[in-house]
């Protein structure tokens, strides 16, 4: 069975945006690189997914310039490429049929954000009988805005609200709800050690 790191959104579009300046760890595609050198060693496939929003106008608009990987990231040859425009990196896109060609049954998988596109990645994953182990220190996410909270809050307003969920916290229950259900969980620094490759 051949194993495949699936890398959801890690792109510009984020640090476009305000929110950035809140996230879990702004360092993330340190990690995401880590774990992208894994898989290469291992001969495993690495793809990578870019979600966008077409006609939005929006920072996910592909014509906004920010649907790209991070900077620090590096598409190799050959290494499949998905635009979404759902929240999981399935159902608008042939992930699954490039998962299928490669003989792939195992993923890995990291991104932004925690608990929306790559926990629904994960869970969807899951159903389709993947046997999936979930990165959690190469995923990041915002704070959380309580579903009362007036639309349109500036960064300094959702960090005040006193009801609104800590992207740490955003973190830890992602990994709760998703440990031994639909995903392992594992971290860079487990994975390099088990690999013998130095952090």
């Known amino acids: 069975m051949s194993r495949a790191l699936i890398v959801i959104d890690v792109q510009e ?3 476009a945006r305000p929110l950035w300046a809140a996230t879990h760890d702004p360092q993330v595609a340190d990690r ?3 774990l992208v050198r894994l898989a290469r060693a291992a001969g495993d ?3 990578w997914v870019l979600h966008t929003e077409p006609g939005s106008g929006g920072v996910f608009d592909p014509t906004s310039g920010h649907v790209r990987l991070m ?3 590096t598409r190799a040859d050959g290494e499949p490429l998905i635009h979404k425009t759902s929240h999981n990196a399935f159902t608008t896109t042939n992930l699954q049929q490039v998962l299928t060609r490669h003989g792939v049954g195992e993923l890995r998988v990291c991104g932004i954000r925690t608990e929306q596109c ?3 990645t994960v869970r969807v994953a899951s159903d389709l009988g993947y046997d999936v182990t979930l990165v959690i220190d190469a995923t990041t996410t915002d704070p959380v805005a309580h ?3 007036p639309a349109g809050l500036s960064v300094a307003e959702l960090l005040a609200d006193p009801r609104t969920l800590p992207a740490a916290e955003v ?3 992602t990994e ?3 440990a031994g259900r639909f995903a392992a969980i594992e971290t860079v620094d487990r994975l390099e050690a088990a690999a013998g490759l130095p952090a």
């Open 45 to 47: 496939l690495v793809v």
């Open 13 to 15: 579009s984020f640090r």
């Open 118 to 120: 790559v926990e629904t």
């Open 176 to 178: 709760y709800a998703l």
């Open 32 to 34: 995401v690189n880590r």
């Open 171 to 173: 973190v830890r229950r």
């Open 147 to 149: 579903r009362d909270a």
């Open 71 to 73: 900077a620090e990231l």
